[in-house]
Nanobody
């Protein structure tokens, strides 16, 4: 069974950067896509970015395009989210999720990491 563990959150000022990481433990052969989602206070979880595990194809929410970059290191079973030019509205708990081959939804989640951006 795949387990996910996020790291790298923290408190930064607006305009600064953070790099989140998601360590994947367990079998990775059936991973299709890895994604980052976030949940702001009082809001539902929303999509941030995703990357296909084998091909590296990426997708981003409009709100983070040009500022965030998702990447993966298949040799280390880790997914990253480089976040630049952070804004106070990026404040949220960030979650790493896994979508399996032939699955329509993300079926495994990490525990989340808090990102707080002060103005």
């Amino acid at each position: 069974q795949v387990q996910l563990e996020e790291d790298g959150g923290g408190l930064v000022q607006a305009g600064e950067s953070l790099r989140l990481s998601c360590a994947i433990s367990g079998p990775t052969a059936r991973i299709y896509r890895m994604g980052w989602f976030r949940q702001r206070p009082g809001s539902e979880r929303e999509f941030v970015a995703s990357v296909t595990w084998t091909g590296g194809s990426t997708a981003y929410a409009d709100s983070v395009k040009g500022r965030f970059t998702i990447s993966r290191d298949n040799t280390k079973n880790t997914v990253f989210l480089q976040m630049n030019s952070l804004k106070p509205e990026d404040t949220a708990v960030y979650y790493c999720g896994k979508r399996s081959v032939l699955a329509a939804i993300y079926d495994s989640w990490g525990q989340g990491t808090q990102v707080t951006v002060s103005s």
